[in-house]
Structures are given as structure tokens and as C-alpha cells.
């Protein structure tokens, strides 16, 4: 059944969609009476058990009247003509935009491409992004070995046009989609880098993403690593066949997991994978307004490592179901985190479906850690910062993005801690064999510690 408060906002914005926006002024009785009427008839629901609205969480008459009133002037009085479905999806899209940066209304082709990703098949450019108030574009991260990733696209870019055309208010949607593709096809994107003047070209080609989301191979006889490129469907699954590979030649001595530039994805899948290194406990839990959106996740499948001693690292770019698996491993004491403070994505959004085949992504709940802590905002702070090299030091004028820097990103909890994070280094294979360096001989102490005290 669909849930009350969104049938109760549907029920509002469609008894003002009819007839009546173009019309005449005599015509705003006979939408006055049409939002009347949805608001009978939904109390009438409610009371026969169809809907369990609140009475505080009805829209009033006064507020759908006022939504009236915009429409109406814009429709008749904007400087161009413009038709009502162009018009109220604009509606719809400055409802949410101004609720937080990760809610938003999806069309069919749209909602589509969310499930694509979710599965890790799809054509594009293999590039996570965020919308922002000015319409602009700010990439999260992108996607290990993708042509995003390959062209040296970084989190935080802000891409401002596309193909030419500059990104604006009322061609945003089809910027972003016009970023997927067919195969072998050319796009141009402009980004701008924060502490470089010029806006820089990118010329890429679109491929057919096909992101196997857990990858891993032998550092150091006994010591793995498994790298994590963002959380799909089957990642849980992926991530134990490759530790098993891992495994076929001993028990594994160690494992350096690699969570840096994780945009996220799939909260299950987060929970998952967390699984596998946890003998019990609470894995995340989520609160939310509504019942369906509270819930705790408990480890059941015991650890596969044997409690061998792991190391995660993470970046500015870690974010979202990467922050739940960091969080989850931290504050059970069961991996050490190395590297910078992460992105800060501390919500859960629901996908929920509309009758025409449209989807509205929605944040409807907090994570929290096992310890109880949100990192909304705040990012979860590595054990073990890495010192900054001299390659790094242009990291400090290119700066990062995280949540607490998105406009209107819901804000952090009181009794949430900040902190202070040092810039993300430049990806590169020489900044990653580094920190990969570091885990392992982390990891080497680790075990020699554990042998001399047993």
C-alpha cells in the first residue's frame, strides 16, 4: 500500500492541476472547491482505514490556494509560454531541491537509470554527481576504471556545460541525462576545480559501465586487499568470492579494505558486506519519522577473516553506505581506518513509486553507527591520518567537497562531533601504492603484536 503522506501529497498537488491553472481568474473557486473535495475525500479515506493521515500532516487550504496564486501568475504573466506539465514539474523539483541535496523527482527514463546502476550495468560516463541550488553539478566521485575516472574527473569538479550548452534551472534534467549514452558516443564537459582560474575541458568517450564492484588480489603473502568501488546488488555476494579466492592459498594474515572514492549505493548491500567481517552485533541502525523508516541491522554470518586485523581507508570521497561500513568497523573495534575525513552522507533515501511510472528518491531517515553516532555533516574521522607528501601539497589549494558544503544538506545533530579533515590527495597510482604501503605495514604490526602476545 502506498504510504499515507505520499498519497496525501499527491492528492494535494493533483487538485490543482487541472483545468483551471490557465484559465481565467473567475476559475480559482473551482480549484478552491477541487482542493476542498481532495481534502474530504482523503479525511474520508482515513477514516474508513485506507489512509492513516494525521491531521497535523494535512496540507491547508491557505497553502494549496497560495501554490495556486504562483502558478497561475507565472503561467500567465512569464515572459515566455510555458505549459503546465513543463511548469509543475518545476514545481516539484524546487519542493524537493529545497528539502536537501539527495531528494528528488525522477521521471520513467530516469527512475530506469537508478535501477541500472543499482544492477552495475548501464551506458554513460560512470560518474556519481549531486545537483546543486545553482543547477550546477558536483561529482561525488567517479567510478573506479570508467571514462570518468580514466580522464581524471575528481570529486568535488563542478560541471557547469555540457556538449556547449551551459547547465541551468531549466535544462538540468536533461543534462543529466544527456550524460548516459550510446556506446562510442562523444560528450565535452566543462568543470570547474576549485584553485584553478580557467574552467578545464574534458572530452570523453561513453561506454557500456559494466562495474564489477569488488575487486581483489595478494599485497604481501598473507596480507589481501579488496577493493570496493560502490555498493550494488550483488556486492556482498562479489566481495565474499573474491576473500575466498584470497584465501585458497591460507588463511588470510590480514586485509587492507580500499573504500576511497565510494560514492555509496545500496544500503543492503553496505550491510553485507560489514557482515562478513562481524561475529554479532548491530551493523547500522536508521531512524526515521515514519515506522517503516526504523530499523537495526545485526551482523549473523560471523567473520570470515577469523578476526585476522584489517585496515580501511577512506578519503573525502567515501560516502554514504562506504560511511555505514566504516562506521560499522570503527566503532566495533574491528578494523583500524586510515586516510582523511570522509564525505559526511549520514541519510538513508527511499525510492518510492508514482502512479505514471515516475519515482520520488527521498531522504527518510538518519544512519547511525553502532555506537549510536551520526555522521551527518561531520564525516568519520580515520584513526590514522595520513601525513601530507609533498605531492599533495596542490591537494591544498584544490580543496574537497563534502555533504557539510552541499547547500541546504541536512545538518548535523546536536552532540554530533566536528571535525577537521586534511585535504584528499590527487588519485593517482603513486598515492595509492602509499597508502596502500601504509596499511600493510600497519598490518605487519598488528600481527606481530597479536603473535607476541599470545
Do not use: C
Not at 274 to 282: P, Q, R
Not at 337 to 348: A, D, H, L, Q, T
Not at 395 to 410: K, S
Not at 434 to 441: K, P, Q, T, W
Request: aromatic share 4%; proline share 4%.
Amino acid at each position: 500500500m502506498r504510504k499515507p503522506y505520499v498519497s496525501w501529497m499527491l492528492a494535494g498537488l493533483l487538485a490543482v492541476t487541472g483545468p483551471a491553472f490557465g484559465a481565467d481568474a473567475e476559475k480559482t473557486a473551482d480549484v478552491e472547491t477541487a482542493a476542498n473535495e481532495a481534502v474530504a475525500d482523503d479525511a474520508a479515506a482515513a477514516d474508513d482505514g485506507a489512509i492513516e493521515t494525521a491531521a497535523e500532516d494535512r496540507v491547508s487550504i491557505d497553502e494549496i490556494r497560495r501554490f495556486v496564486s504562483v502558478f497561475r501568475a507565472v503561467k500567465q504573466a512569464y515572459v515566455e509560454p510555458i505549459d503546465d506539465e513543463r511548469l509543475m514539474r518545476a514545481a516539484i523539483r524546487g519542493l524537493l531541491s529545497d528539502l536537501d541535496p539527495h531528494s528528488a523527482y525522477l521521471d520513467a527514463s530516469q527512475s530506469k537509470d537508478l535501477d541500472e546502476m543499482a544492477t552495475g550495468a548501464y551506458d554513460g560516463l560512470g560518474i556519481e554527481v549531486v545537483q546543486n541550488a545553482d543547477r550546477t553539478l558536483t561529482v561525488i566521485a567517479p567510478i573506479d576504471d570508467t571514462p570518468a575516472a580514466r580522464a581524471g574527473i575528481r570529486p568535488g569538479d563542478v560541471i557547469v556545460e555540457i556538449d556547449g550548452a551551459t547547465i541551468s534551472a531549466e535544462n538540468v534534467d536533461a543534462a543529466v541525462e544527456s550524460m548516459r549514452g550510446a556506446p562510442g558516443t562523444m560528450i565535452r564537459l566543462k568543470i570547474q576545480r576549485d584553485g584553478t582560474a580557467e574552467l578545464l575541458d574534458f572530452e570523453l568517450k561513453r561506454e557500456t559501465i559494466r562495474v564489477a564492484s569488488a575487486k581483489g588480489r595478494m599485497l604481501e603473502s598473507g596480507i589481501g586487499y579488496l577493493r570496493i568501488s560502490n555498493f550494488q546488488q550483488d556486492t556482498g555476494k562479489e566481495a565474499a568470492a573474491q576473500l575466498a579466492k584470497l584465501a585458497k592459498g591460507g588463511a588470510l594474515q590480514g586485509l587492507v579494505l580500499d573504500l576511497r572514492s565510494n560514492p555509496g549505493g545500496l544500503l543492503f548491500s553496505a550491510v553485507a558486506l560489514a557482515d562478513l567481517f562481524l561475529e554479532e552485533g548491530e551493523i547500522v541502525s536508521t531512524r526515521g519519522r515514519l515506522p517503516y523508516a526504523n530499523s537495526s541491522q545485526k551482523a549473523q554470518r560471523g567473520d570470515v577473516l577469523k578476526g585476522a586485523p584489517m585496515v580501511v581507508l577512506i578519503d573525502a570521497g567515501t560516502a554514504s553506505a562506504a560511511e555505514v561500513v566504516t562506521a560499522a568497523l570503527q566503532d566495533r573495534k574491528r578494523a583500524l581506518v586510515m586516510g582523511n575525513r570522509s564525505f559526511g552522507k549520514g541519510s538513508v533515501q527511499t525510492v518510492l513509486p508514482i502512479d505514471n511510472g515516475d519515482t520520488l528518491k527521498l531522504t527518510t531517515s538518519r544512519y547511525y553507527g553502532p555506537s549510536g553516532r551520526s555522521i551527518q555533516a561531520t564525516g568519520i574521522v580515520p584513526d590514522i591520518v595520513l601525513p601530507e607528501r609533498v605531492e599533495w601539497r596542490e591537494a591544498r589549494a584544490l580543496g574537497t567537497v563534502r555533504e557539510q558544503d552541499l547547500p541546504g544538506h541536512l545538518e548535523a545533530e546536536q552532540g554530533g562531533t566536528k571535525a577537521d579533515g586534511t585535504p584528499s590527495p590527487p588519485t593517482s597510482t603513486s598515492d595509492e601504492d602509499f597508502a596502500i604501503r601504509e596499511a600493510v605495514h600497519l598490518l605487519k604490526g598488528l600481527a606481530l603484536y597479536v603473535r607476541k602476545s599470545g
